[in-house]
């Protein structure tokens, strides 16, 4: 069964630091491309940060450009994503996801990936 377990999450205040683990089980985790994609309250989905499957190519939203880093341990079979230089924005639900970064004319990328996690929230607040 595939599963994506998200951890570490929490309350962090503007400027702060928080760092996401996303772990994976029943599939070749080191051969496919790994996303994190978030919720905010009241808007859609929103594709943050996609990685190879190697984990030497990184792509990133505009918004989190030059503040979050992914990375990925493929002898872990975990993803992550650092968090730094917070904004009340990047509060949200923090997904992990199988696929890699969706087409921008896609209203609704929820069906690009393959798999899900069950989110872990960050809040930024002071």
């Known amino acids: 069964e595939v599963q994506l377990v998200e951890s570490g999450g929490g309350l962090a205040q503007p400027g702060g630091s928080l760092t996401l683990s996303c772990t994976a089980v029943g599939f070749s985790f080191s051969t496919n491309i790994m996303s994190w994609v978030r919720q905010a309250p009241g808007k859609e989905l929103e594709w943050v940060s996609s990685?190879?499957?190697?984990?030497?190519?990184?792509n990133y939203a505009d918004s989190v450009l030059g503040r979050f880093t992914i990375s990925r341990d493929n002898a872990k079979n975990t993803l992550y994503l650092q968090l730094n230089s917070l904004k009340t924005e990047d509060t949200a639900m923090y997904y992990c996801?199988?696929?890699?970064?969706?087409?921008?004319?896609?209203?609704?990328?929820?069906?690009?990936?393959?798999?899900w996690g069950q989110g872990t929230q960050v809040t930024v607040s002071s």
């Open positions: 990685i190879n499957g190697g984990g030497s190519v990184p």
């Open positions: 996801a199988r696929g890699g970064r969706p087409p921008a004319s896609l209203s609704d990328i929820r069906p690009w990936y393959t798999a």
